[in-house]
């Protein structure tokens, strides 16, 4: 079985600063990862993606993303926060090898950047 | 040039009622899903479509019946509608099954059932 985890409902950072929003995963044989970002009233619009390679992904908007296998996670990290960047995050995973055609994706967490 | 539509935006309707959502994609993609997202925000598949195949088929009332008429398009009927089925329904559509392909999303559809 495979499943996501985000473990916190809500981030508060201030602009400028760097911010991370958690996620961890679990799955039987290799993942891919996903990060989607949801504006209020909008879609998801897809951020960046781990398949294969570098464990450090680079995506839009000046996001990045770090697989760590053995920790099973995949946080997402901007070095410069922006009051732009409130909006909700979702994780999202596959198993490439048993996961089928399903992609899950996590509960979200609510990223608030004060001015 | 929008990627994945949807019509309509809004859907208010009585409990009982039947209702249609339209889903588009302009983007050669051969997938396309068909999402719940709850009052809480939760995101939940119901339904995938591969070249007009049915490849996900979640738990789901069979009062939600989808159908795929082209690769484009991905449509989504429901009967009998129930309180419990108000919530923001999103069309997705990727480039292959696989998973490793980014899937699209439309801009939503909020059900409102009364």
């Known amino acids: 079985a495979q499943s996501v985890a985000q473990p916190e409902d809500q981030v508060n950072v201030a602009e400028g600063n760097p911010l991370t929003v958690k996620c961890t995963y679990s799955?039987?044989?290799?993942?891919?990862l996903f990060w989607y970002v949801q504006y209020p009233n909008r879609g998801l619009q897809f951020l960046l993606k781990?398949?294969?390679?570098?464990?450090l992904v680079k995506g839009s908007y000046g996001f990045e993303a770090e697989f760590n296998k053995s920790q099973t996670s995949f946080h997402l990290k901007k070095p410069s926060a922006l009051v732009s960047d409130s909006a909700l995050y979702f994780c999202?995973?596959?198993?490439?090898?048993?996961?089928?055609?399903?992609?899950?994706f996590g509960a979200g967490t609510r990223l608030f950047v004060k001015a | 040039d929008t990627a994945v539509s949807q019509t309509p935006k809004y859907l208010v309707t009585q409990m009982g009622n039947d209702k249609s959502i339209k889903c588009e994609q302009n983007?050669?993609?051969?997938?396309m899903y068909w999402y719940k997202q709850d009052s809480k925000k939760f995101l939940k598949i119901m339904f995938s479509?591969?070249?007009?195949?049915?490849?996900i088929n979640e738990t789901v009332p069979n009062r939600f019946s989808p159908k795929s008429p082209d690769k484009a398009h991905l449509n989504l009927h429901i009967n009998s509608l129930e309180l419990g089925d108000s919530a923001v329904y999103f069309c997705?559509?990727?480039?292959?099954?696989?998973?490793?392909?980014?899937?699209?999303f439309g801009p939503g559809t909020r059900l409102t059932v009364l």
């Open positions: 997705a559509s990727s480039q292959d099954p696989a998973g490793r392909n980014e899937q699209f």
């Open positions: 799955v039987s044989g290799n993942p891919y």
């Open positions: 781990y398949i294969t390679g570098d464990n």
């Open positions: 999202a995973v596959r198993d490439a090898d048993t996961g089928g055609f399903k992609t899950i």
């Open positions: 983007l050669g993609h051969d997938t």
């Open positions: 479509y591969n070249n007009k195949e049915l490849i």
